[in-house]
């Protein structure tokens, strides 16, 4: 069944701004408020002022999002049925083509000891030309079995993608990664019958390469996120919106490819972010900005850090604003509060800015004054909906 | 399809305890605010203060919800798809081990005049000793057809549970009890054609059953809930949590039971019930402890009774929250406000304390501060997924 926004869609001059701050959302704990709540944000309090806000819940009450997941909610996909595995998300972010049938896996490059338990998961951070080197070498060396294609390829540092191509392959099949050191590798194991014939390949492949790689630093591998290629309907044809995605880190690059959009060059911060939306915004009629240093810092607990990375997108919004968006919204596609140094499942603020969305009387962006704004609680899937509403691109509903 | 929050559920060393006041949401009338506002609540308050805090819509907008479907929402199971009818939740709090095709419902003992009518649906409130009694004396004198058993077993005052057991019975039967005195009850109507012959049965029982009663002042019965055994995927393997239920009343101690907690003995009350966790504390790792005077309180009206079975569970507080608990949940399983003198569909507050919530600004326990805490309004199914996320047993979603 086509869903209802969708079906409603229709075009308008209103251009569509989404400002994303990785892992904005905080808590307030005994000691302080959230990051945001102490970061000073004038630019993004006017806009609060002028507009609504309200805080979304990600995927579910309780839901630790990951990234992808808060990603397809943000564009308006439910991130339940549209659940995109490391595999897809690798794939997209290092422009592999990922054809129907391929199984796709994250490949984090580690070191092992003689009996094979795991000494360190990341290889001490290898470099990306190291990396690329052992790609090639796995690549000259394997050999699988008829029918069996198998390609190993650099994303950045430590980390890779597996594809396997070939007839009745299936993803179904738990990581090899332990998630801990010193202990050995799960075996690729299937999750149903239709997997088993795949884990056997996959434990044949790790095997050779085990042995291909056995005089390197980097001399195994860990995979996680089994995965396969999933149809999903383009933005662009969805929202009747010509997308631009714009990010520094390859993997939003690769989410915006993987909804269809047209991506930026991988940008060399939220600065030349900006830059990129000044450059093309005659081109476009939808823009999703990712800033990643919200969320490193919450991630390292690094209150003042995740403040600073605040306060670097809240300094460029006149310059944004000021191009004349229909819609400008700003929110996170989760949180990731310093003090828990994760993700974490608490609601996410948002702030809905434009010229048909009305006020509210909440006068500052925070998680405390959104709660109290005119959207109140949402769920992520729905913000697209809002926006395409206040950038005047919904039908009236009914007659 | 296997539920999201039961697929990311991971171990902990967290405890969780969840603390049900039955019946605890109120609503503020013209006269007075509610009974939770209105009592002494400085150690509520005080955890209301460290943590966040909402308002729980038990089943859905508008309904009322019994003991049964309030309990499920909290243990996490929607009470719609996991209806439990009044003959599976006597025959949990009488030890009955149902079987599958078993059809139980609720007796009440009643007293009717010559003609039928009935007179007084308790009975005068029989004492249990008469109830034991009066199921010895059907058990023995009742003869069903071959291959039907009977089961007539005394729960408590008025109260029994029977059970017909044998092939091609069917629960899908109106309740006999009509609700009010002066008229006679209602003969078991089928709702479906499946349920014919088990109507035609549940009649022949009921002539007898007046026969072998004639002389007693408790001289009919009548029935309510036919139900039947449904399978209920355990809550230890739902969630990996050993779980132990703690309770007064037999009803709360067969709901743990029948999603298959461990349970207490039937405690003299609320402060042997925390003996009872304290006892156990180092053996599981949720806890849920029920209060019932709250209920009874509202029920009869007794607006002050109500004060006081909150605040006896307020001053035991410090001695629950000094065992180091990893979460703490206080809610109650529906409202049952003292001027309504029953069970309601106003929403019921909720607290949620623990080291990873975060704090809200929110600095007491009560209906109208909790509206403003950072939970919002959820859905008591819901809690469970807060109460895993918050002491760390949700895995993170999407990559």
Redesign the interface.
């Known amino acids: 069944m086509r869903e209802l926004v969708p079906s409603l869609v229709r075009e308008s001059d209103s251009k569509i701004v989404l400002l994303v701050l990785d892992g904005l959302g905080g808590?307030?704990?005994?000691g302080r408020a959230s990051e945001l709540a102490e970061a000073r944000t004038p630019n993004m309090d006017q806009l609060a002022a002028e507009g609504s806000s309200g805080?979304h819940t990600v995927?579910?009450?309780?839901?630790?999002?990951?990234?992808?997941?808060?990603h397809?909610a943000l564009f308006g996909y439910d991130?339940?049925t549209y659940?995109?595995?490391?595999g897809a998300?690798s794939a997209a972010g290092v422009n592999f083509a990922l054809r129907a049938g391929d199984v796709a896996a994250?490949v984090n490059f580690c070191t092992v000891d003689d009996e094979g338990h795991v000494l360190d998961r990341r290889a001490g951070r290898i470099s990306t030309e190291t990396n690329q080197r052992l790609c090639t070498m796995i690549m000259n060396e394997i050999q699988m079995e008829a029918g069996i294609e198998v390609f190993v390829v650099t994303e950045r540092d430590h980390r890779a993608l597996l594809v396997l191509r070939g007839l009745g392959l299936s993803a179904d099949l738990t990581d090899t990664d332990p998630g801990i050191t010193g202990v050995k590798p799960t075996f690729p194991t299937p999750r149903s019958n239709e997997a088993t014939g795949t884990a056997a390949l996959v434990q044949s492949f790790l095997d050779q390469v085990r042995a291909i790689l056995c005089d390197e630093q980097a001399n195994f591998m860990l995979l996680r996120?089994f995965d396969t290629l999933r149809p999903i309907e383009a933005f662009p044809n969805r929202y009747l919106l010509k997308a631009r995605g714009i990010a520094s880190y390859p993997m939003y690059l690769g989410l915006s490819k993987i909804v269809g959009m047209d991506v930026s060059p991988a940008t060399a911060g939220w600065m030349e972010s900006v830059e990129d939306l000044k450059a093309n915004w005659y081109d476009y009629d939808y823009f999703y900005l990712h800033q990643k240093p919200t969320d490193s810092a919450g991630e390292d607990g690094d209150f003042e850090r995740k403040i600073a990375a605040i306060e670097q997108v809240d300094q460029t919004i006149p310059e944004i604003a000021s191009l004349g968006a229909g819609v400008i919204c700003i929110t996170g596609d989760h949180a990731t509060?310093a003090p828990?140094k994760r993700?974490?499942?608490?609601?996410v603020p948002f702030l809905m800015w434009g010229e048909s969305v009305g006020t509210d009387g909440v006068d500052r962006f925070d998680?405390?004054a959104a709660?109290?704004g005119a959207f109140?609680?949402q769920y992520a899937k729905d913000l697209m909906a809002f926006m395409l509403a206040a950038a005047g691109r919904l039908a009236t509903y009914g007659a």
Chains 1, 2 share one sequence.
Request: glycine fraction near 20%; aromatic fraction near 4%; hydrophobic fraction near 30%.
């Open positions: 808590v307030r704990t005994a805080v995927v579910g009450p309780g839901i630790t999002p990951g990234s992808g997941a808060g397809m991130p339940i659940l995109l595995g490391r998300l994250r996120g509060p828990l993700h974490s499942w608490h609601p998680e405390e709660r109290h109140g609680y």
